[in-house]
T-cell receptor, first 113, second 117 residues
């Protein structure tokens, strides 16, 4: 079965600084990969997804993620964070011949002024 | 388009009480899911359905039952609530899109915050 690991529970970043959130997966083949964001008290919003093709994926709100097969990773990046990026971020994976997404434990991002 | 609607949004139960959470989608999606979200644990799948009249167990099914009598609705039941079921519950729906499987149109509801005292 597939699994997803987000090694960082909490990250604090200054406004205007760059952000990188790590995501590693365990699966024998290439999975489908996703990043979601959840603002406090809100539901989940899809930031970006990877199915195939170009390994650098652009998403909403200025986020991008890069799929690295050799490292089984799908890290999320943003060049310059805004205070509104303070939220919890979830990496998720889906696999062929299955029906459901599996989620990592999440990374909470705090943005300081 | 409402998308995925969850009812109720908040609820407080006493231990041993029962309740049903309703998830309704208006996108004609085939697949529906119930997840629970707990701090430090992400979202864990409780039950899911791949079509009307079908249900299947996820990672954490104990203490929950589900039904999918109509394609647009997926009900999650707690027969005898326990404090360990205090959580935020999310429903999601999706459809099969060829090579992208059921993941392309995965849509979440806004959640139900349940407290069991």
């Amino acid at each position: 079965a597939q699994s997803v690991t987000q090694p960082d529970i909490h990250i604090t970043v200054s406004e205007g600084a760059s952000l990188e959130l790590r995501c590693n997966y365990s699966y024998g083949a290439t999975p489908y990969l996703f990043w979601y964001v959840q603002s406090p008290g809100q539901g989940l919003q899809l930031l970006l997804k990877y199915f195939s093709g170009d390994t650098l994926v652009q998403g909403i709100k200025g986020f991008e993620a890069e799929f690295k097969r050799s490292q089984s990773s799908f890290n999320l990046r943003k060049p310059s964070v805004h205070w509104s990026d303070a939220a919890e971020y979830f990496c998720a994976v889906g696999v062929t011949n299955d029906y459901k997404l599996s989620f990592g434990a999440g990374t909470t991002v705090t943005v300081r002024a | 388009n409402a998308g995925v609607t969850q009812t109720p949004k908040f609820r407080v139960l006493k231990t041993g009480q029962s309740m049903t959470l309703l998830c309704a989608q208006d996108m004609n999606h085939e697949y529906m899911y119930w997840y629970r979200q707990d701090p430090g644990m992400g979202l864990r799948l409780i039950h899911y359905s791949v079509g009307e009249g079908t249900t299947a167990k996820g990672e954490v099914p104990d203490g929950y039952n589900v039904s999918r009598l109509k394609k647009q609705n997926f009900l999650l039941g707690l027969e005898s609530a326990a404090p360990s079921q205090t959580s935020v519950y999310f429903c999601a729906s999706s459809y099969f899109s060829g090579q992208r499987g059921p993941y392309y149109g995965y849509t979440f509801g806004s959640g139900t915050r349940l407290t069991v005292v």
